[in-house]
């Protein structure tokens, strides 16, 4: 059984709701920077994305959430973060950065989807809104940052961010410490 499709290497494929909350969809950017949407199901393309320039492949796509209750799909092209709408594979809107990122995730508050971005330098956080693609929050951080922050699942905007230094914070979306500590030791992923 399974499927195949031939679009290049996608090393880190994602699964979402494109088109309803009742079935799966997959997502990927292969290494020539082109996002694709397929039918989990049946291997399908749904619809393909290149932007302007290839967009960034070391980036993996970002799912979030929509108005509609399905996903949406952040790409990222140089400086510019991309919303796709997942139903369609149109773009929504292009919004700039100040860097070009190194990685991102979603999460939520009250107010709808968010995006966490670590820029390339790894020492900036920059914080945006899912729905418009406005900049929340842009924090320069104390330390190099390791992997992407991670969000808290409490719809209050809050994440993790670990640093090269073994040195643990926990922010609001404004960029803003709550906690931090130790791990007692250098992480190295």
């Not at 290049?8 to 082109?34: C, F, M």
């Not at 992407?148 to 993790?160: K, M, R």
Request: net charge positive.
């Amino acid at each position: 059984g399974g499927w195949r499709a031939a679009v290049g290497d996608i090393a880190r494929p994602l699964v979402a709701h494109l088109r309803s909350r009742d079935s799966l969809d997959v997502v990927g950017t292969n290494t020539d920077g082109v996002t694709f949407a397929f039918d989990s199901a049946s291997g399908v393309a749904l619809w393909s994305f290149r932007g302007r320039r290839p967009v960034t492949p070391g980036v993996p796509a970002v799912i979030i959430d929509s108005r509609a209750g399905s996903n949406d799909v952040l790409v990222f092209d140089g400086q510019s973060a991309i919303k796709i709408e997942g139903r369609t594979g149109r773009e929504l809107w292009r919004s700039p950065l100040p860097a070009p990122p190194s990685s991102a995730t979603a999460s939520s508050d009250t107010s709808g989807p968010i995006v966490i971005i670590i820029d390339n330098s790894l020492r900036r956080l920059l914080v945006m809104n899912g729905l418009s693609g406005s900049l929340i929050s842009q924090t320069l951080l104390p330390a190099r940052v390791i992997g992407p922050p991670a969000p808290i699942a409490d719809q209050s905007g809050t994440l993790l961010v670990a640093y090269e230094n073994g040195e643990v914070e926990l922010r609001d979306k404004a960029g803003r410490i709550i906690r931090s500590g130790s791990a007692g030791s250098p992480a190295l992923t």
